[in-house]
């Protein structure tokens, strides 16, 4: 407590405290999105339309997902949109199943996509645990996909928090699981960085009064996330030198 009165004291001066504690987001942060969600969409477009065309065609355009490039257009709501969203969406040209059963069954098959890591995963973790830098993960997908994926990779136990946009604290770009992040790591906002690739991440660490890390293993361009950020990073491979770099802090903004 008297430590979180410190660090509202150093904001209240125009300068940040320490970081302690990094908020993630996962898809375009943790993992790279492209390599691990374009095609997974694509093959889960071609099921929702039993392989009728026409169908594909009506279900990629309201998910604005490109199936000859096999990616995502830039202002797809399916990057930083829950599943609970993109089910109402497929609702809108599927007429079964209902959306409630559509998200269970993105839910299950999100769970069980190949994630292809932005970076050396383990290496991270063991890196900033060497800091003490404590870590957590806010994504708009589901809590249980979350932790299917970081089991999967080897890094569960690195992270002392983890919230789904159905975890109960709300979603981005809200800033109620961000709260909930830096409480669970007992931790003042001000000593958490919040680190995403999109608008959505940027917003919800605005919102909580954290600092804020752009990455670019998301679709979001450089020059989208630099006016929302204090540094737009290549990966979060890039985080340690970035800490490095604080030394002295920067006034808030």
Known sequence: MRRQHKAAECVSEGRWPPVRGLLLDKDGTLFDFAASWNAWTAGIITELAEGDPERVARIAKVLEFDMAACCFYPESPVIAGTLAEIAQLLATVIREPDAATLETFLERRA???????????????????????????????????????????????????????????????????????????????????????????LAAGQAAGMRRLAVLTGPAPAQELAPHAEAVLRDIGEIAAWIDAQEGGETPR
Do not use: Q, W
Request: hydrophobic share 50%.
């Open 111 to 201: 769970a069980r996509a190949e994630m292809v890591p932005a970076v050396d995963l383990t290496h991270f973790c063991a890196e900033m645990a060497g800091r003490g830098i404590a870590l957590g993960l806010v994504t708009n997908d589901g809590e249980g996909a979350a932790r299917a994926h970081l089991e999967r990779a080897g890094v569960i136990g690195a992270f002392a928090f983890v919230a789904g946009y159905d975890s109960g604290h709300g979603a981005k770009p809200e800033a109620g699981p961000l709260l909930a992040g830096a409480r669970a790591l007992g931790l003042a906002p001000e000593e958490v960085v919040m680190v995403g690739d999109s608008l959505h991440d």
